[in-house]
């Protein structure tokens, strides 16, 4: 089965960039996906269709897609960024999905 | 307000049958893809399943099919999960996530906040 791999985790100070990657073989020929989760709550889109912020994300949240890795940086991270992140991608030839690992971010 | 709610979680015996269901408002729901994803304790999102617009073509992870069956009624804007054989690792939450072919290319964009079976002797 595909699989999508991510850190577990990425520390960053507050003002400064996180990126947090996500790697699947040949991912850069899908759309992927991002979504924020913080505790307690469900999961929100943050990027689709690789680079798209849905209405509503801020302008710091970017995103990039090629070859085997997908990218998610957030850039002048605040405290309120803390959450965990999970790429996602969708196989239009097999009409099924798959999540990353996923990273906690930790804004110190 | 465009919203999901879940509901019909609870807990089971191993081999046992659950239905979940997923009440949709506040957008067209015989447009758009609908799907379950689901989160066991602690750890990652899973998948589940999809179902097209009109409820023609049903799409499963594998661990998943021949167990589950997703199903949807547009009059009633619902969505279904009929879940039997359940085994300890279907211990999760399950979420209902609206899927958007058309903006989105699948994106689940829009999820309920998800209910809770447990998978249990």
Same mark, same amino acid.
């Given at each position: ?12 100070? *507050?003002?400064?960039? /996180? ?5 699947? @073989?040949?991912?850069? @020929? ?8 913080? *505790? ?9 269709? @690789?680079?798209?912020? *849905?209405?509503?994300? *801020? ?17 002048? !991270?605040? /405290?309120?960024?803390? /959450? ?6 969708? @196989?239009?030839? !097999?009409? !099924?999905?798959?999540?990353? !690992? ?7 | ?43 990652? $999102?899973?998948?589940?399943?999809? =179902? ?17 069956? =997703? ?9 279904? $999960? ?40």
């Amino acid at each position: 089965s595909y699989e999508l791999t991510q850190p577990p985790s990425v520390s960053v100070s *507050p003002g400064q960039t /996180a990126s947090i990657t996500c790697s699947g @073989d040949k991912l850069g @020929d899908m759309f992927v996906c991002w979504y924020q989760q913080k *505790p307690g709550q469900p999961p929100l889109l943050v990027i689709y269709q @690789d680079t798209k912020r *849905p209405s509503g994300i *801020p302008e710091r949240f970017s995103a990039s897609n090629s070859g085997n890795i997908a990218t998610l940086t957030v850039s002048g !991270t605040q /405290a309120v960024d803390e /959450a965990e992140y999970f790429c996602q991608a969708w @196989d239009s030839s !097999t009409s !099924t999905g798959v999540f990353g !690992t996923g990273t906690k971010v930790t804004v110190l | 307000e465009v919203q999901l709610v879940e509901s019909g979680g609870g807990l089971v015996q191993p081999g046992g049958s659950l239905r979940l269901s997923c009440a949709a408002s506040g957008f067209p729901f015989n447009i758009y893809w609908m799907g379950w994803v689901r989160q066991a304790p602690g750890t990652g $999102l899973e998948w589940v399943a999809s =179902i097209v617009q009109a409820g023609s073509n049903k799409y499963y992870v594998e661990s998943v099919r021949g167990r589950f069956t =997703i199903s949807r009624d547009n009059d009633q804007n619902s969505l279904y $999960l009929q879940m039997n054989s359940l085994r300890v690792d279907d211990t999760a939450v399950y979420y209902c996530v609206r899927q958007d072919p058309y903006v989105s290319y699948y994106a689940m964009d829009v999820w309920g906040r998800g209910t809770t079976v447990t998978v249990s002797s």
